[in-house]
Every structure is written in C-alpha cells, then in structure tokens.
C-alpha cells in the first residue's frame, strides 16, 4: 500500500472514532451522572431508612409509657386512645429529628400509622418523596424516587392482681411429707394424751396442732424443731412467687394479697387478710420477708379441739368475692386482671358429734362460682389427703379421726376442686411439699404468660 493510500486511511478512521466519540461522550456523562445521583439518593434513603426506624420505635415506646404515667387519669379505651396520640406525635418528631438537614433538600412529611392489640402497641413510620438529580436530568431524568417503611412494636405492661387464699384447717397443720410426718410424730408424743388407748404419750400426726389438754400446739412443736408443715410450704410458695415477680415486672404490675381461710371461734371471721394488712402490695422483698420460714403472719391460725376455728371455704371465697374488685382488662393499675390462687384440702368443717364435736363434708363445686362469675381466673391447688395411720404406722389401720372425718367422701375431693378451678392448667394435686411448692409456681407461670413483655 503506498504512503498517500495509507495517510487517507489513518485519517479516515480518525474522523470516524471522532464521530463515535462525539455520540458516546454524552451517553458516557449520562451514566456517570446518573450513577453519582443514584448513590447519593441511596445515601438520602440510609438516612431516611434510620429514621423511619427510630420513629416507628419511638412511637410505640411513648404509647406505652404513656398508659404507665396516665393510668389515674383515664382507662380502658379512653387511655388506649390517648396513649396512640400521644406515640405518633413522638413518631413524627423522631423522625424529623434524626432525618435532620435531609428533609431540607428532600421535604417530605411520614406517614404514621398504629394499631394495639392487647398488649402491644405497632407502630409504622413510612415515607415517600422524590429527590431532583443533579447529572441524571442532562438525559431527562429528574428525580429518582424515595420510599422506605418501617414497623416496631412494644408491648405495654399487663397489670394483674394476685389473691392467694390458704386453707389454715387442720389438715394444712399435715407435716409436709412422710419423713417430716414421722419427725412431727416422734416429737409431739410427749404432749399428747392417749386418746386412742395406745399408752401414754402417743404422737400425732392428723388433726392435732390444736391445744389439747396442754398449752402447746404441735404447731409449736413443728416450729420448735424445725418440721415442715404444709401451711409452711405455701409460705415458701408464695415467698418463691415474690421472688420470680420481683424479674419479671414492670413499675409493678404484678401486685399480691395474702388471705388465710378460716372462721375464727373467737371472731367469727370467715377471711383474714394477712399480708399486706390491706390492699395490696407491689413490694415483693417485704413480702417474701412476710413469707419467709422464720415468719408465720400466714399460719394455722386460732383453731381449737372442738373443730370450731376450721375451714368454711365456700363462705370464705363468697366473702372474698364481694371485696375483690371487678376484672379489668389489664391495661392499667385501675383495671387489672385478677387471679386467685386457692390452697386447700377440700373438706369443710360442720357441727356435729363425729368427732371432737364436728363433722367435715366435701367442698362444693359451686365453691369458687362467686369469684369467678366476678371475672376472676381461679387456680386450685388440691393438698391432697394420704392415709393417716394410727400411732403414724399402717400395721395399726387408719387413724380414727382421719377415718371419721375424711374417708368416706375422699374420692369426691378432686373432681369438685377441678369444677371450682378455670379449667385446664388451673387445677392441680399436691400430695407432699415438693409438689406443692412445683404446683404452685406452675399456676403463677400460668399467669406470667400474660404479664411478661414480649417485644
């Protein structure tokens, strides 16, 4: 190829890559303007994505403390309401304050929405908006969209009250398993007349923590010789409870009344309220002291051997019924769930001359009907009879009074318990300490099911 037919190529493709470049250039501004805008609204979305996050959290932690400062105030709906107004002002204004300069160059205004579904409140903060491009609109492109949404949820606290109401009957006076039993028998002889004609100084295991011929109760000789009694497991019980609440609530609400179930010869009252001396009590380190072992505000109570002083459960529960206040739906201290924890074995003393001048009869399935047709969840646990030997051996045969008082309608006992409890999950049988104590925590998990937040 000559020198001039090779100069007029060169200078041909010359001109052609000066065409190619002058149609290229502009589309090769186009993409890297549009990508310089791209990434600077993803940087605008970032920040607007944080606050969208921080608004919805925002919104919902205000609706919840709002119902925890204001609960004196309003109630029920009316608090529901209020506590939602009041999550998206915060919303609004958390948002605003974390998007800061962003809103400047990009105003948009969130969309707050919620909703509450006992006991949670849901929050959701979204936004959309476009940003004007700086490159991209060269090739007509003007803006690039801006749209993001974000959700939380809090739950507010549940607000329950917890009433415990111990049997302080004789049978409570059981020691609190075999072992203890046959350490309250070796322990008791001394006091104890022979009632039976087994000789002298028979020990005692059944019905027989009453003063009888002597000022000491075998009360006393349990606590003198530190043997468990069944009235002392549900002390432990319910002292274990103040423990597990003092983890688990919030500005406390979980609150708790302590009662013991006995008429009282002296009195003739059918309830005594023993801890708090009223109302009830969010102090849960005072009350497991109240409830420790070496306390006995709750105890077997002012009995006597005629068997006057016993259980009336049924009255006792009616009694009970008319001073706990209506079920709420937990939304408030003014409005709270109630739950009522009964501890009893189920037979009621009656006049009569079976034995030491009274007779017992099985509770009623009707006993706990007064509580809950007042709203109450009821929880029983069943301190279940085992056979009382004579002289505490089954060589002997059946302890009179245990075979005078109980054996006939034993068996009935549990069903009519299940009856009076809510049902499945709130009935359970405690045939020794180790159970009972079990029992009892299972039905105040029950109820801490409720009451733990779950966010």
């Not at 400062?69 to 605003?96: I, M, R, Y």
């Not at 700086?134 to 969209?145: C, D, H, Q, R, Y």
Request: glycine letters at 10%.
């Amino acid at each position: 190829m000559s020198s001039g037919k090779l100069r007029n190529l060169l200078s041909s493709e010359r001109g052609a890559f000066s065409v190619y470049a002058a149609i290229a250039f502009p589309i090769f501004l186009a993409i890297l303007g549009f990508g310089l805008d791209y990434w600077s609204t993803l940087s605008v979305k970032a920040r607007l994505d944080a606050a969208a996050d921080d608004a919805a959290i925002a919104g919902a932690k205000a609706a919840v403390a709002y119902t925890l400062t204001n609960p004196s105030k309003l109630s029920g709906d009316a608090l529901t309401a209020a506590a939602e107004a009041a999550g998206d002002t915060a919303a609004k204004q958390a948002f605003a304050a974390n998007a800061g300069a962003t809103l400047v160059t990009n105003p948009m205004t969130p969309n707050v929405s919620h909703s509450y579904a006992s006991p949670k409140f849901t929050y959701t903060v979204s936004f959309n908006g476009t940003r004007n491009t700086s490159f991209a609109n060269l090739v007509g492109v003007t803006g690039l969209g801006l749209g993001g949404s974000s959700t939380a949820t809090e739950s507010r606290p549940t607000w329950v009250n917890v009433y415990v109401l111990v049997d302080a009957s004789q049978s409570m006076g059981i020691a609190a398993n075999q072992n203890q039993m046959n350490l309250l028998y070796n322990a008791s002889a001394k006091y104890n007349p022979d009632l039976n004609n087994y000789g002298a100084g028979v020990g005692c295991v059944f019905g027989c923590h009453v003063a009888s011929g002597t000022s000491v109760t075998m009360e006393d000789v349990a606590h003198a010789n530190n043997i468990t009694l069944r009235i002392d497991v549900a002390r432990a019980a319910i002292a274990n409870m103040a423990q597990v609440a003092q983890a688990n609530a919030v500005v406390g609400n979980i609150k708790f009344a302590v009662y013991q179930m006995q008429q009282d010869p002296s009195s003739g009252s059918l309830l005594n309220q023993v801890y708090p001396a009223s109302g009830l009590t969010s102090d849960y380190g005072a009350l497991g002291t109240a409830m420790g072992p070496n306390s006995y505000v709750l105890d077997l109570g002012n009995n006597n051997s005629g068997g006057t002083g016993d259980s009336n459960q049924t009255a006792s529960l009616a009694q009970f019924a008319q001073s706990m206040p209506a079920q709420g739906d937990g939304s408030s201290s003014s409005s709270p769930l109630n739950y009522v924890f009964v501890v009893t074995d189920g037979a009621i003393d009656t006049p009569g001359a079976c034995t030491d001048g009274h007779c017992t009869q099985v509770i009623p399935s009707t006993a706990c009907d007064a509580v809950k047709t007042k709203g109450a969840t009821v929880g029983v646990i069943y301190t279940t009879y085992i056979n009382i030997y004579a002289k505490n051996d089954a060589k002997n045969g059946l302890d009179n009074r245990f075979n005078d008082l109980i054996k006939n309608f034993v068996g009935l006992i549990p069903g009519n318990l299940q009856s009076c409890s809510s049902g499945s999950g709130w009935y359970y049988e405690a045939t020794d300490d180790t159970q009972l104590l079990a029992d009892m925590q299972k039905l105040f998990q029950s109820t801490l099911t409720l009451v733990r937040l779950t966010n």
